[in-house]
Every structure is written in structure tokens, then in C-alpha cells.
Nanobody
């Protein structure tokens, strides 16, 4: 089993920045493919980014250039740095993990991740 604990959410003004972290335990972190998803009120959970065990990174097209995902295998932690935040970035942000390898496009699917964190709220105010 893999346990994931997100941190770093909060209230931020539009245009500001916030960095989320996700601490993983229960399995060798370097072997995990990690991802961030988010879910706004009344909407489906959507893909934000993923960073594979290989270090390859993918982003949702709409977020490229504003969001950056990194990982620190020594700290068992994945990060999501969010810049130039917009009102529409308000959501609960979830960290997810899978030990499986799959075609690149499948990393964007919520169904492909076996492990999830509890989520952290990010609220962007005007």
C-alpha cells in the first residue's frame, strides 16, 4: 500500500503563487509514477500533471507554462508549483500514484491510479 499526504493548499490572491507537496510512503518512491489532479465544485476530477519514475513530465495543455511539477526521490515527495493563479484554478488538488507503466495518454486518466491522497484545497480570490 502507498500512502499519500498532500500539503500546501490555502487561500491566495489571483496572480499569486502556491506550491503543493505530496509525501509518499509505503513503497520505494523512485519506482512510482506520480500525478496531480484537481476537482472544482460541480466538476469532474481533471488531470493537472504527471511525473514518471523516469523523470518524464506531462502537463494538461491549459496549464503549461504556469504549473511546474518536480519530484525529490530522496524526500519521497512530489511538488506542484503554481504561478499566475487564476480564479478558475480554485479546486481540491489531489496527488495520485501508480506503480504501473502504461501508454503516455493513459497517465492522464484518473482510472489508472491506484493510490490517492486526501486532497488539499486551493482557493484563488479576486
Amino acid at each position: 500500500q502507498v500512502q499519500l499526504v498532500e500539503a500546501g493548499g490555502g487561500l491566495v490572491q489571483a496572480g499569486g503563487s502556491l506550491t503543493l507537496s505530496c509525501l509518499a510512503s509505503g513503497r520505494t518512491f523512485s519506482t512510482l509514477n506520480m500525478a496531480w489532479f484537481r476537482q472544482a465544485p460541480g466538476k469532474e476530477r481533471e488531470f493537472v500533471s504527471c511525473i514518471k519514475s523516469s523523470g518524464n513530465i506531462d502537463y494538461a495543455d491549459s496549464l503549461k507554462g504556469r504549473f511546474t511539477t518536480t519530484r525529490d526521490n530522496a524526500k519521497n515527495t512530489v511538488y506542484l508549483q503554481m504561478n499566475s493563479l487564476k480564479l478558475e484554478d480554485t479546486a481540491v488538488y489531489y496527488c495520485a500514484a501508480t506503480g504501473s507503466s502504461m501508454p503516455p495518454w493513459e497517465y492522464r486518466s484518473t482510472y489508472k491510479y491506484a493510490y490517492w491522497g486526501q486532497g488539499t484545497q486551493v482557493t484563488v480570490s479576486s
